[in-house]
Each structure stands twice: as C-alpha cells, then as structure tokens.
C-alpha cells in the first residue's frame, strides 16, 4: 500500500478521535460515558503505536525501494553480461525449446533474439544431423554435469558452421530437470587451422618422404661413383709405380694429373656422401677413447707440407692436462682436417694457429685461428650452411664445394658439440670447436 496515503488515514481517524473525545469529556459524567472516555483513550494509545509502526514500516519501506533497485542493478549486468558475451547462450527446456537466446547466439544463427523464441534449437541442425541430434538429446536426459560434443549448425541464412556445445541441466526443488543451458562457441576458424595444420602435417611427410629418397639417391650414387673411382685411382697408381722408369716425362706428368684429379673427386664425393648421410640423420658415430692431442698433432704435421708450399708458420699450444677423450677419433680428424686446410687454403701470409684447451672437467676445445682474407660480417652466418661459399671469384680459385664447414657443423651437433667463429675481413678467422669429453 502507498506509505502516504496509509499515513494519512492514520491521521484522519486520530483527528475525529480527537473530536469525539472532546465531545464525550465536554458532557455530564455517568460511568459509561467514563467508560467511553477510557475507551477513546486506548484508541488514542493504539493509534500512536500504530503511527510509530507506520513510521517504521516507512524506513522498511525505503530500504526495500533501495534493495529493489540494487538488485534490478545486478540483474541488468547479468543481462549484458549474458547478452554481450562473446559465446552464443541459449537456455531451453527439455525439449530443446529455445526460451532464451542472447545477442550472440542470435548472430551466430543469423536471426533476431526475438525470432528464437520457441523454436526448437534442432530446427538449426543440417537435415542429415538432425536424426544424430534428436538421439544427443534423448541422452542428456539422463546425463549429469556438463555435456560437450561438436556438431555442425546451420544459420537461418543456410551458412553451416562448426558449433562446440556444452550443456548443462537446470532442476527444479524436486530434482527434476527442467531446462538446459546451452553455451555455443563458434569453432569453424580452429576447424580451418586443425585442417591446415593436418594438410602441412601431410605435405611435410611427403616432404620428409621426398628428402629421404633424395638422400638415398646420393648416397648410392656416391657409392656407384665411388667404386669405379677407386680402380682408376689405384690402376693408374700402379701404372705410375710399375713403368715410372719406362714412361716419358710428358706420360708420367698425364697419370699424375689423372691421379691428383682422381682423388680430388674422391674428396667431392666422400664430402656428399657424408652430408647426405648426416642429413638423413643415419651418421653413426664409431666412439673409443683416443688421446686427442697426439690426433691433433698427427693432422696437423700431415697437412704441414700445405703450410710450408705457401711459406706460412704452422704452430700448435697444447693447454690441456688430460689427453683422453671418447669420441669418433675418424670424425674428429675429419672437422679437424675440414678447419685446418680451409685456414691455410684462405691464408697467404702469416701462419694458422691450433690451440687445445680444456674448458671445466668435461669439455675440450679446439682453436684454429688463421691470418688470413677472413669473412665479411654479413657472410659469417651463412658459412655453416651447404653450398655456400663467400666470394665465390676467390673461392672459385681455391677449389671446394661448399660442404666442409656444413658437415663440420652438422657432424659437432651429433657430437653434442658446436662450432663458433669470429673473423674481420683481411685480418684473419678463428674457428672454435668445443665438445664433450665423453660423447654419449
Ligand atoms: P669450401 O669447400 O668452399 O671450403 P667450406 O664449407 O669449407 O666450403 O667453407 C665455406 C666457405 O667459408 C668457403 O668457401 C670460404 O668462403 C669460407 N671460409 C671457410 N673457412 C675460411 C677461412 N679460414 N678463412 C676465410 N674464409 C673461410
């Protein structure tokens, strides 16, 4: 009832009390107008307690007007937040009756909020789904807490698109279901990513597929190649040991070039078939203890002849207490080998430099430095990879085929090692190799 209007009819039956009273006291006294007068005064006494109750009721009152509009403040965010999230919510009943949608859902569906009201949400479902969906439904049924499945939706526009549904049950006091609430996430760009990533997935087998017969190709190609290499190799060495007395210069000089050729390409093609097989990942590293600075100096003294054609110092600093190593004692030669005729090939004046250092307990370091034409910035990343080569006029002049440092680094990274270098051009490089002592 309106607190005023109450207030005032208090107050009208007060002032004719009033009146009455006075009426009453004004004539003669008998005992029942005494009575009468006692009885207007209780009226008196109740309608005070009745304005102080009035007065209460209006503070209640005012606080339940100031509850209301708080509660309708929280309603309203509830509804934007229901409205506005960035998921489509639809609640209906259990029989999958749409009785709220929000903006989202809507939009999802392409069709008004208001349009969703009392559809049946299987009315969104392709044709060919709808058999699968009724029976999804018939299950939620019986099912307690959360349902999640992904299905394929259909807007009122006819655009199918791929729809994450999670459901959950509303009961009422007595148990029974009565709606479900419905949270529909638009999944159709991690669908497309999921199908982009399965179809590069696919490609990069094949990829992977094509790589491995490249690198099975090479291989047994530069096995072919090698086999007939060698009886030439080793029949014109046998030529040359067997007539040298009897052939004149200008022959010995021919099966000298077909020697020195011979094994040149025998380099080439061991270098392939290297890269090949460590790029096919199927290197296996032949590991036994070895003491690596009586192999360091052992390579270094086989390549002198190198150095001293060129007249340059070729100088070794050991620094390391224990010589013992486990490694592939083959393949540590070869980056050794790879480092040092690379350093004397770009070095004509000055010397190359080999230093074996210890770094902590388990790990050792190999060091050829040169002073020779070095490598401009620009070039020193590109170094380790195949086939390159940095100035190709200069290099074209020092022969090679691209592939030592790449299989260099290739060969360190099974080894569990690396290879780092730093260089100013004309000045010189410094190669550094560091490696386990025990590779495992
Ligand atoms: P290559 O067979 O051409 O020597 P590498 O892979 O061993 O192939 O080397 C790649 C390129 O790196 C070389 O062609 C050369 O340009 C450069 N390079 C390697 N070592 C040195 C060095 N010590 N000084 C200057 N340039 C170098």
Redesign the pocket.
């Known amino acids: 009832m309106n607190m005023d209007k109450f207030a005032q009819q208090i107050q009208e039956v007060r002032q004719r009390t009033e009146v009455l009273n006075q009426h009453v006291v004004g004539q003669s006294c008998s005992p029942q107008q005494d009575l009468l007068v006692q009885a207007f005064e209780e009226l008196q006494f109740a309608l005070e307690e009745l304005r102080v109750a009035e007065e209460e009721v209006r503070v209640q009152n005012d606080e339940l007007v100031v509850a209301r509009s708080l509660v309708e403040q929280e309603r309203q965010r509830y509804m934007d937040l229901f409205d506005f999230a960035p998921d489509g919510y639809l609640v209906t009943d259990t029989n999958g009756t749409i009785l709220e949608a929000n903006r989202t859902a809507a939009h999802q569906l392409q069709v008004s909020q208001q349009y969703l009201q009392s559809k049946p949400l299987v009315n969104f479902v392709p044709l060919e789904e709808r058999q699968a969906f009724r029976s999804q439904l018939l299950q939620l049924r019986d099912k307690e807490g959360l349902c999640e499945w992904e299905i394929c939706l259909l807007s009122r526009e006819g655009n199918k698109f791929d729809c994450s549904l999670s459901v959950t049950t509303v009961y009422d006091l007595q148990g029974n279901s009565i709606r479900w609430r419905w949270l529909m996430r638009d999944i159709t760009a991690r669908k497309q990513a999921e199908q982009q990533i399965r179809s590069i997935q696919l490609q990069n087998l094949q990829l992977q597929e094509a790589a491995r017969i490249k690198s099975q190709f090479v291989a047994n190609m530069s096995h072919e190649l090698r086999t007939p290499l060698h009886a030439i190799l080793g029949f014109s060495q046998l030529l040359l040991r067997r007539y040298y007395d009897h052939f004149p210069s200008e022959l010995r000089s021919m099966v000298e070039r077909i020697i020195s050729s011979g094994k040149h390409l025998l380099a080439l093609i061991e270098d392939i078939l290297d890269f090949s097989t460590l790029e096919a990942g199927r290197l296996n590293l032949q590991k036994q203890e070895f003491n690596l600075v009586e192999l360091v100096t052992t390579v270094t003294e086989e390549l002198r002849f190198l150095a001293d054609q060129k007249n340059l110092t070729l100088a070794i600093h050991i620094d390391i207490q224990n010589h013992r190593i486990v490694n592939d004692s083959n393949r540590v030669r070869q980056v050794l080998v790879?480092?040092l005729s690379?350093?004397i090939?770009?070095?004509d004046t000055g010397g190359v430099f080999v230093e074996v250092q210890q770094v902590g307990q388990d790990r050792v370091v190999l060091i050829v430095r040169?002073t020779?034409?070095?490598?401009a910035e620009d070039?020193l990343k590109n170094?380790?990879q195949e086939f390159?080569?940095?100035?190709e006029s200069?290099?074209r002049r020092?022969?090679?085929?691209?592939?030592?440092?790449?299989i260099?680094d290739k060969l360190l990274r099974l080894m569990n090692g690396k290879i780092t270098v730093k260089?100013k051009l004309g000045e010189?490089?410094t190669?550094r190799v560091e490696l386990p002592r025990q590779v495992s």
């Open positions: 790879n480092l690379n350093a090939k770009f070095t040169d020779g034409i070095g490598i070039e170094i380790f390159r080569q940095v100035n200069i290099t020092h022969g090679g085929t691209g592939l030592g440092l790449a260099v260089s010189g490089s190669f």
